[in-house]
């Protein structure tokens, strides 16, 4: 019945969009103020991430090891690409929320990037992103239902023929 509330329902799609609207905000104006900004460098952050990782109070051991071999192997040694993907992707993530366009893959990667910085230790608001996140997520297409995606998804079922049967059809020799 929540199921059935959350994708479907004309109200929780009203409801949604607002939920929606505020956290695509809260993106946007974050990637965009990373942008505008001038200056934004994610080395000292991941520096940090990595002198002062996620770290189990008993042992002192690490929690996150992957993670951390992921920020000294990858993300630091191509932190060019850090500094470009992380502000447009919060921008992008946020414009998409806002819109409604493309709504679960917008929010997708946005939860992507909220996981990334609570690894790195940043609490933050990312626990508060993340419960919205899962919600915006879970309601499907009925996120954007107010929306680009009203018109955007038809479209590119349209396009790609997914949702239609293909094996209907008949060939006359």
């Known amino acids: 019945m929540i199921n059935t509330f959350i994708r ?88 998409g929320l806002i819109l409604g366009c493309l709504t679960t893959a917008a929010m997708f990667f946005g939860l992507m990037m909220n996981f990334m910085f609570m690894f790195a230790g940043t609490v933050s608001t990312n626990p508060f992103m993340i419960l919205i996140g899962v919600i915006i997520l879970a309601a499907g297409a009925n996120a954007g239902k107010y929306g680009a995606d009203y018109y955007v998804l038809p479209y590119l079922r349209k396009v790609t023929k997914l949702g239609v049967n293909r094996g209907t059809t008949t060939d006359v020799a």
């Open 8 to 95: 479907e329902n004309t109200i929780a799609a009203g409801i949604l969009a607002v939920i929606r609207v505020y956290l695509g905000w809260s993106w946007m104006t974050a990637g965009w103020g990373k942008i505008t900004g001038g200056g934004f460098d994610a080395a000292g952050y991941l520096n940090g991430a990595l002198a002062n990782p996620v770290a189990d109070k008993a042992t002192g051991a690490a929690v996150y090891p992957t993670y951390n071999a992921f920020i000294e192997g990858v993300a630091l040694p191509n932190v060019g690409m850090i500094n470009f993907l992380i502000p447009w992707g919060e921008f992008l993530v946020g414009l």
